[in-house]
């Protein structure tokens, strides 16, 4: 892979918001559109995790699309882009929707952001971009001392082609392929509970649709 050695700021990435998962622990509700409870602050508790990420992103990147499979009219109105898996299979894996992120990238860098990890600092990007700027690297992705959050993730535009090899071979693990890539982990000394995933039906505020014990 060729080696890179460039400077990443707002005006040359966009962010990438992660919403097409199936959610089974939740009988399938789509989590994007679900309001977390208590999570992450006042301001937020009675909007949808969508809205939240957007207001995430929105200061720290140049564009922002929505990786969606499903409920995709309401996911339009917030007058993003919104792309399906790139296989068109619906809940086929993350990286089928970063790869069809990465496609339709029109800056040299995508921010990757999981719609269910709510608690990630306002200045996050910013503080993975210091860790990177004099690195060669194509991708990287954080860290804590006891655990890796692949999808907490800074691709190169570059990664595509590579990206597009490991699925068409069937690949669907994200790990998998960032070990491929040799790509740069990155710890900025936080604790695990800024990445808690909101994954139980405990952690919202729950629609009409029933969810299974």
Known sequence: MQQLFLTINKSNLSGLILCGGAARRLGGEDKGLMKARGEPNKA????????????????????????????????????????????????DGPLQGILKGLSECQTDWLYVQPIDTPNLPTDTIEQMIKEVELSHKQAFYLVTNE??????????????????????????????????????????????????????????????KSIPD
């Not at 009675?46 to 995709?72: D, G, M, T, Y």
């Open 44 to 91: 937020f508790q009675n909007k949808p995790l969508i809205e939240h990420q957007i207001a995430f992103l929105r200061p720290q990147v140049s564009a922002i699309s929505i990786s969606a499979n499903r409920n995709l009219p309401i996911y339009q109105s917030y007058g993003y882009p919104v792309n399906q898996d790139a296989t068109g299979v619906q809940f």
């Open 147 to 208: 655990r890796a959050h692949y999808l907490n993730l800074l691709l190169h535009v570059s990664c595509l082609k590579s990206l597009e090899n490991f699925v068409n071979r069937g690949e669907k693990r994200v790990k998998t392929y960032l070990e491929e890539i040799k790509a740069q982990t990155i710890n900025l000394g936080w604790n695990e509970n800024i990445f808690r995933n909101l994954n139980e039906p405990e952690d919202y505020q729950l629609s009409s």
